[in-house]
């Protein structure tokens, strides 16, 4: 059985190794160093209203999944929040196995709770297994994105 929680401390180490495991283009090469590195973002998340940082956990209490949700405000659909999704990510051994598709409907749940309007993501151009999930799910690809790096 997969449980899905808010994150505590105990599992920077995890999410963060888990993450840079899945770095791709501009990221790769740029993620590094010790864990304790990430602490204070990660602290200014979990003190953060707007946002969470939820885990998956196996049956044994590991860490197998992680996700960031933003509750952003805005005025389009009357006013109604919207939910962005950010570094949803699942460890590579435990892909295809149900836990992504666990996460994507606990955080929708999620904005249901909140009476969101829609949810959001970006995903990188080179993550064509995860563009199909995502429209297995029924997410469409209805925007382009852009990003400009400023590190």
Not at 105 to 127: F, P
């Amino acid at each position: 059985m997969i449980k899905i929680e808010k994150a505590t401390h105990s599992h920077l180490a995890d999410i963060v190794a888990i993450i840079n495991a899945g770095a791709t283009s501009v990221r790769k090469g740029k993620e590094f160093g010790s864990f304790e590195e990430y602490r204070p973002a990660f602290e200014a998340m979990l003190a953060a209203p707007e946002m969470d940082i939820y885990v998956a956990l196996d049956p044994s209490g590991e860490v197998i999944g992680t996700y960031q949700i933003h509750f952003l405000k805005g005025l389009a659909f009357q006013g109604r929040p919207r939910v962005e999704l950010e570094s949803v990510h699942v460890r590579a051994d435990q892909r295809g196995s149900g836990v992504g598709k666990l996460m994507m409907a606990h955080a929708e749940q999620l904005a249901v709770e909140a009476g969101a309007c829609l949810v959001q993501l970006t995903s990188n151009k080179e993550r064509e297994g995860s563009h199909q999930f995502y429209k297995r799910l029924g997410y469409d690809q209805s925007h382009l994105g852009y990003k400009k790096m400023l590190v």
